[in-house]
Every structure is written in C-alpha cells, then in structure tokens.
C-alpha cells in the first residue's frame, strides 16, 4: 500500500503567480514559481539594478509572547537575543547537541513580541522545537494568516517610500509596523539577495493587492526562484540543507560572525544553547573544514555534489551549492574543503563528469554587498 501524496500548498499569490506567466515548481510542498516569462538572467540582472518582487511566503512565520521569551530563545540559538533592541533584527542559527545547525533564521524585537522567521522546508520542525523547549511563560502564535513578500534591489527603497514613507527611515536589520497602502504590514529592512531591500509581512487576504500595487511601480519586476537563487549564491549566503545542514557547525560553515560575543566562552551569557561547548571548543582548536568559495575556469558551471580534489586527485571536500552568477558573466559555487585549502586564490580541482575541472578557492561574497546602514 503506498502512502497518500501530500498535498502541494498554494501562497496567497499563486493566481497572480499564474497570470503573470510565472513557470510553478514544487518546492518545499509549495505550488511556487521558478522563473517568469523574462527568464532567469533577466530577472537577476533586473533585481541587480533595479527592484524585484518575491514571493517568500511559504517561509514561516512565528510571533513569540512573554516576558520570558528573550532569554528562552536564548537557550536555543548562540546569539545576543536578551539585548537585542527593540526594532532591531538579528540572524539566528538554532543548533543540535552536536553543534550542527537545525535551521537558519531572523529573530526581531518587535517590542511587545519576537517576530521570528523560519525556512520553509524546516517551518513544522522549526515551529515543533520552539514548543518543545521554550516553556510556560512563552506563547507561540503561527502566522498563518499573513504572506511574506520580499521587495529587494538598489531601487527598493525609494519604491517602498512612495507607499509608505516610514520605510525609508529604516537601517538594514531594523523593522517596524507600518501601512502599506490600506495593508498593515510588518516590514523589516532584510532579505536574500545582498542587495539594499525590504521583506514585507502582509495579512494573506491583502497580499495579492498590496503585490500589484508594488508591481505597477516602473522600476519593479516579478522574480521567481532561480533568481533568488543565483542572487543569493553570488552575495555568498547559505541555502539550508545545502550549504549548512545537521552536519556542519557554525564555526565550520564559515558563520562566526553570526555567533554573538557575549554568548561565546569569554561572554557575558556564555553557552547555554545546544551543543555550545562543541562549538567553543572549535573557537580554541579550529576547524577541519570549513566552507569556502570557488570560482570555476572556463565558463562551465560546477553543481552541487562534485567532488573537490587536490593536484593529486586526492579527496578534500565537496560543491554545496553552484551554478551561473549573471552578474559576474562566470561560473561561482561554494563547498566544502579541508583546513590546508581554505586560503583565497588556493587552487583545487572539481571532478566533473569524470575529468578535473581547475577552479580556485575565493573570497565571499562574489558580488559588493549594498546593505543600507544609514
């Protein structure tokens, strides 16, 4: 007997997604579009110079309540929630009791509550570990009922500005309550692609209309998700389940940064999250891997899964992520290679269909990052 398919979900922007032309693919149990009819190039380049339109709301989103729920998420994640400001928004990484990374997300102090976004594929799991461990003093609402949209390129700002002046004065990593045209909507100054832009949460029955008035703005266009996806692989952003997983630690996915001073060691609130004394003890010792990016010779794009090897054929990582960067007019990937390759400019091989492949080990992000701090 074979197990019922699961249904595929819709977003609240699933008919407009259609008229548009949008090309719809499964992805994470959501009916989403991939590309429009301008095609993937296009629409990188457009989101690149311009303004694009996502439709992120098969992310979940999750409002935490109690006083109690700054120090609870604490337990969960090495990050400085319990002095995070209100309006301010900090990336989050919840971990296991071995230092591997459950999911990534974004945490906002949005004052009488966190906002917390979560990834999609991780959303029931994500939601299932917050209830588990956060305790009696903190609530757990799911947003069901709101879309997520993601406004993001060098021309965001000044879109967003006309419907809602009150975004123009946010700094990237701040958010606020704000209306947008007649919508009440929570904006914060984020997003995926390592461009200046705007994620938007909307009430689901706003959301269609509040996506048109935006997309009559000239400078705005539709994106799917192959753009988001080579935006973000170019601006050197991980991709849960891909580049970090149960696997990979923080210190070993190249996230340092995101782990908060005072939550290390030598901090204020040192430890107390999953598997902190893993991860401290990789702060002392090191890593043995650690990810790095690559930029492949020739203009062959290197996938997800091919094997690194050194001069000598032997073994030393792997490709997580790969692919075109439009902007760059070249192949990028990131991956995986022993502590000894991790330098800029080392150069590794790829085993592509069976032959080596020459690429070197690069900085990240590929692309300058044009995040709005003010």
Request: aromatic residues 6%; glycine residues 12%; contains cysteine.
């Amino acid at each position: 007997m074979t197990a019922p398919e699961t249904e595929t979900k819709t977003t609240p922007l699933n008919a407009l997604h259609r008229e548009l032309g949008g090309r719809m693919v499964p992805f994470a149990g959501y009916d989403m579009p991939v590309q429009f009819p301008a095609g993937i190039l296009k629409e990188h380049l457009h989101t690149r110079t311009a303004a694009g339109l996502f439709d992120v709301s098969h992310m979940g989103q999750v409002r935490l309540h109690g006083g109690g729920a700054a120090l609870a998420m604490e337990a969960l994640v090495p990050v400085d929630v319990a002095e995070l400001e209100p309006g301010k928004q900090r990336y989050a990484l919840f971990t296991n009791a071995a230092g591997g990374i459950l999911d990534d997300l974004m945490i906002t102090n949005a004052g009488d509550h966190l906002f917390v976004v979560v990834n999609a594929a991780c959303k029931d799991q994500d939601i299932a570990h917050m209830r588990a461990h956060l305790g009696g003093g903190v609530s757990l609402e799911v947003l069901d009922d709101r879309a997520l949209l993601a406004l993001q390129g060098p021309q965001a700002a000044a879109v967003l500005a006309r419907l809602a002046p009150a975004a123009a004065r946010l700094l990237f990593m701040t958010g606020a309550a704000m209306e947008i045209g007649g919508a009440p909507c929570y904006v914060t100054r984020s997003g995926y692609t390592g461009e200046d832009g705007f994620e938007i949460s909307v009430p689901s029955g706003l959301a269609e209309a509040l996506a048109r008035r935006l997309l009559a703005e000239p400078e705005v266009a539709p994106i799917g998700l192959g753009a988001r996806d080579s935006l973000r692989l170019e601006a050197g952003l991980c991709l849960y389940g891909h580049d970090i997983d149960t696997t990979t630690t923080p210190l070993e996915g190249a996230l340092a940064w995101a782990l908060s001073k005072s939550r290390r060691a030598d901090g204020a609130r040192p430890g107390g999250y999953p598997g902190a004394e893993t991860i401290f003890a990789q702060f002392e010792n090191g890593v043995t891997r650690r990810r790095v990016g690559l930029r492949p010779e020739g203009r062959a794009p290197v996938r997800e899964g091919a094997e690194l090897v050194d001069g000598e054929g032997r073994r030393i990582g792997a490709v997580t992520s790969g692919g075109f960067g439009p902007s760059l007019g070249a192949p990028v990937a990131m991956g995986y290679v022993e502590k000894a390759y991790v330098k800029a400019d080392t150069a590794v091989q790829a085993m592509v269909r069976g032959k080596p492949l020459a690429l070197t080990v690069a900085k990240m992000p590929f692309v300058q990052q044009n995040y709005y701090r003010g």
